[in-house]
Nanobody, 125 residues
Framework: QVQLVESGGGLVQAGGSLRLSCAAS????????MGWFRQAPGKEREFVAT????????NYADSAKGRFTISKDNAKNTVYLQMDSLKPEDTAVYYC??????????????????WGQGTQVTVSS
């Protein structure tokens, strides 16, 4: 089992920044990838960014490119999502996911086996 604990959400004005953290514990040696997803009210969970457990090969949704940065501190088993130039449409609950299998797509929630509890991000206009 793997446990994921997110932190760093909050309320920010448009144009501001937030940094989300996701600390992983447990059988982390089984993990292949980490990802951030978000879910707004009435919408499906959507991909934001992903990175390999080694901290390499970051990839982003088009909505995140140029504004968000995913990174990993290997010593702390923690993944970060630095979010800059935030927009009201970024408002959502952000979830950290961890995946075991390399054969699954990294852009779908189906590619992840463990999830954190979510952290609310609200961007005011």
């Amino acid at each position: 089992q793997v446990q994921l604990v997110e932190s760093g959400g909050g309320l920010v004005q448009a144009g501001g920044s937030l940094r989300l953290s996701c600390a992983a514990s447990g059988r982390t040696f089984d993990l292949y990838r980490m990802g951030w997803f978000r879910q707004a009210p009435g919408k499906e969970r959507e991909f934001v960014a992903t990175i390999n457990w080694s901290g390499r090969s970051p990839n982003y949704a088009d909505s995140a490119k140029g504004r968000f940065t995913i990174s990993k501190d290997n010593a702390k088993n923690t993944v970060y999502l630095q979010m800059d130039s935030l927009k009201p449409e970024d408002t959502a609950v952000y979830y950290c996911g961890a995946g075991i299998y390399s054969g699954r797509g990294s852009y779908s929630p189906d590619g992840y086996d463990y999830w954190g509890q979510g952290t609310q991000v609200t961007v005011s206009s």
